[in-house]
């Protein structure tokens, strides 16, 4: 097992991208989507121009340190899919997929148009393809139209419908980080099983992962137990804080362990995961195929 590194700089985005010596494999950019949050160090009401001028300069700079066959994902609003691509097209990026994050809850209403039941991940490498990418398996429901169970599993697709946002409220669970009164620490925090697919996609153990809106950290809290290095950015010094605690100690809620049979048919999970866990592999495997059987007769 190798020794992971988790850098983390409180600063101003662009400032600190400066600050990075060494080469990013991926990136996970999830900035505020400027539509008037209330953060206490950001202003999430810019006029449009300056605000997409901001995410170029981002952009730009996330592709400058980034190893060449490296690779971003850019989550956004689906309103601003052309912004998107249009700043990941003008910066060096080559598309690579629009990922459809559909969201698992009651879709928002909109007068005067369908609702709104998804995000848009912006999927784009340094070069015509990525250097790594590990074809994931998962097991999700069979349709009820399915007159057979499935014997290994299904490849991911551009369509994630399986992973749950992070609600408001109560409805987000024990993962929701909580202020002593109850409330939610951070409300645009960001799903651990979403990150979690990303790196096992586009990173090996050892790899570097960077994320320059970094909010709680998930994205680091994931990479350190799947043996990748983090560089993490955050302006919000209590934020910071809440990143540091998280990765000294990890929460249940946090324990990348229970993820790891939702990959189970996946070619060389062990090996990707970056933890020796064949054993684990193995029974589990057995257990399932045990189980398929009997229920084929």
């Not at 987000?172 to 790196?199: T, V």
Request: hydrophobic residues 35%.
């Amino acid at each position: 097992m190798i020794t992971t590194t988790n850098q983390i700089i409180c600063d101003y985005c662009l400032s600190a991208l400066k600050q990075i010596t060494q080469k990013i494999d991926m990136t996970f950019l999830d900035p505020p989507f400027n539509q008037q949050k209330d953060y206490s160090l950001h202003d999430d009401n810019m006029p449009e121009e300056k605000y997409w001028a901001m995410m170029k300069d981002v952009c730009q700079a996330v592709y400058h340190i980034t190893n060449d066959g490296g690779c971003v994902y850019f989550m956004q609003r689906e309103k601003n899919t052309e912004f998107v691509l249009q700043t990941l097209r003008q910066t060096g990026w080559q598309f690579q997929n629009l990922i459809i994050w559909k969201k698992r809850t009651s879709a928002v209403p909109v007068k005067g148009k369908y609702g709104k039941q998804f995000q848009i991940i912006v999927y784009a490498a340094k070069g015509e393809r990525a250097k790594t990418f590990h074809r994931l398996r998962i097991d999700p429901d069979v349709p009820a139209s399915y007159k057979v169970q499935r014997e290994n599993g299904v490849f991911v697709t551009d369509v994630w419908d399986d992973i749950r946002e992070m609600t408001s409220g109560y409805f987000a669970g024990d993962e929701a980080l909580r202020k002593e009164n109850g409330e939610r620490f951070h409300k645009q925090q960001s799903p651990f099983a979403l990150l979690l697919r990303m790196i096992l996609t586009s990173t090996n153990v050892g790899d570097t992962v960077l994320d320059p809106f970094a909010g709680t950290g998930t994205t680091a809290v994931v990479a350190q137990q799947i043996q990748r290095h983090s560089v993490t950015i955050e302006i919000d010094p209590q934020n910071v804080e809440c990143i540091r605690n998280r990765l000294a100690t990890i929460r249940p809620a946090d324990n990348v362990r229970k993820y790891y049979d939702d990959y189970i048919y996946t070619e060389n999970l062990a090996n990707i995961w970056g933890e020796y866990l064949q054993s684990h592999n193995t029974k589990q495997k057995q257990e399932k195929q045990l189980s398929l059987i009997d229920a084929l007769g």
